[in-house]
């Protein structure tokens, strides 16, 4: 079905929004667009809390933990809770923790990845290794590929590789996931989001900076991030929404519409300020098809 | 039909060399494994030589020049010419230079890899950046995001993005690589090898390194490496072949054998010094299958 354009007909929102109780919101391309505010996206937001509307913010960048986003939200004055924010990171916190539920000491994290997923797994008292640390951030050496064919610069502990968006990528860490994945741990990403908006352009994203670690091992990570419906299982197990009355609000086909069709969600909403383009979805036989589309999110106060 | 196991079968050795004039060898995994050089391999090309076979050194690694392999023969007693050697850098330089035969200056290309690959640019005449430039090696900043989106941290005579194994990689590279991909350059690649045998172990191959990249902009590199045919042609250009009385020697189904295969060559020949096992070729509905198999190439001697 063609899906409706909302954008200045205000009887059409007015019907869209009465479905629901609890909007899922992405972030970058939806509110902003990296510290870019998109217009009336706070009094929007406001609009929706005082009709009693529930708001979650789902996001897949998992170079920022909750409290980050939280700052986020303050410095760019949107009104939201560190309760209110699902992010990857924490979405792969919460499976190892309490899905995976390794048995310690073998539990331990090999990441590839920021901060973020730091703060999410130290939350959820995961131990882990590589991250942020300096020890990673450096050329590969010949004894490197010594140490970690032999097995002495592994740490006999690690039980999973998660990838996430590492702006410090480098051999050395492609070659340490690869090899502890080549000895049977258990594969995660956080999310696979191939770009990441970023500048008005578009950057690797998570997908993109892992892919070397899938290609090498040839095979595809659990992703804790949209449009996998790990991360939807995990967000209604806190939240527990009602789906029928649950509208996915997003700028991507393939990762948030998606995400909202898989999860048999209420609705979902395509916002144009982000990247896709309104011809994606409005194309004949397009993969992904929003129920409603606005040309921005600001659309919806009418 | 089932591959002939030759090794230790002095008629069906002698049977099969008969067949043909021209080997193509793979050289890691068939000849040496790193610095390790395999048992009686100078022997065994000695004896081809000393029948009138000729010689033909076929590789996908792009980090060295056809002048650092010389070295490394050299280095490990085995006796062989610098135009016997024909490198995926070599290769990719060659296309670029004679067949692609972008008009200057708009013909500069953007390296993602170490200095093999500029070395047989230089020798071609191809102007390039990236590389081993340290420009390069370095953290991504906040005002890169910036200059590469608004395109003045590129460079406006690049046309091709140039991939190979890279030891060097990291984020900015392969958000460049990105970039110059996002206005429409020309995608190569060295080669596409998934992994790359190391310290009797695997490590990212070329085509693990360049996989953000691939990932990112959703299409894939012409490979000049292989299995690609590209590098076939080259190598016939080059040397004159009669491919019906040609064999491809390897230790990788998937890109040497399947290499001789696509290629229509008179023969293929694995050895299994290398990352294939035999159980992959043997297997029932096995997709790539040698005519003939040895435990290493030494078998030849009888």
Redesign the interface.
């Known amino acids: 079905m063609a899906p409706a354009y909302l954008s200045g007909d205000k009887a059409a929102i007015e019907e869209f929004l009465s479905r629901f109780d609890t909007f899922l919101f992405d972030c970058d391309g939806v509110l902003w667009s990296g510290d870019h505010l998109f217009p009336k996206v706070p009094e929007t937001l406001e609009m929706l809390r005082s009709r009693g509307k529930r708001l979650v913010f789902v996001t897949n960048n998992s170079t920022k933990s909750r409290a980050d986003y939280k700052k986020k939200f303050d410095k760019l004055g949107i009104p939201a809770e560190v309760n209110e924010v699902f992010g990857s990171s924490y979405s792969a916190a919460v499976y190892i923790a309490r899905i995976l539920k390794l048995p310690a000491p073998k539990n331990k994290v090999f990441v590839l990845g920021e901060s973020g997923i730091e703060q999410e797994l130290d939350a959820e008292g995961v131990p882990y290794i590589g991250g942020t640390d300096p020890a990673f951030r450096r050329?590969?050496e010949q004894s490197d590929?010594?140490n970690?064919?032999?097995g002495s610069a592994l740490d006999p502990d690690v039980g999973v590789v998660l990838i996430g968006l590492?702006?410090?990528?480098?051999?050395l860490k492609?070659?340490t996931a690869?090899?502890y994945l080549?000895r049977g741990v258990i594969f995660l990403a956080t999310n696979t989001d191939?770009?990441l908006p970023?500048?008005?352009?578009?950057?690797?994203?998570a997908?993109?900076?892992?892919?070397?670690?899938?290609?090498?091992i040839?095979k595809e990570p659990l992703s804790l991030g949209k449009p996998s419906q790990a991360m939807m299982d995990a967000v209604e197990g806190k939240f527990h929404f009602d789906r029928s009355r649950t509208c996915m609000v997003g700028d991507r086909m393939n990762t948030d519409i998606q995400f909202g069709i898989d999860g048999k969600l209420g609705g979902t909403l395509a916002v144009l300020t982000g990247v896709s383009k309104k011809e994606e979805f409005l194309a004949e036989g397009a993969p992904t098809v929003p129920a409603a589309y606005v040309d921005s999110l600001g659309d919806l106060l009418g």
Chains 1, 2 share one sequence.
């Open positions: 050329d590969i590929f010594d970690l064919a032999n590492d702006f410090h990528v480098n051999y492609l070659a690869y090899q080549q191939s770009s970023m500048a008005h352009s578009l950057f690797p994203g997908g993109a900076v892992g892919a070397g670690v899938v290609k090498a040839g």
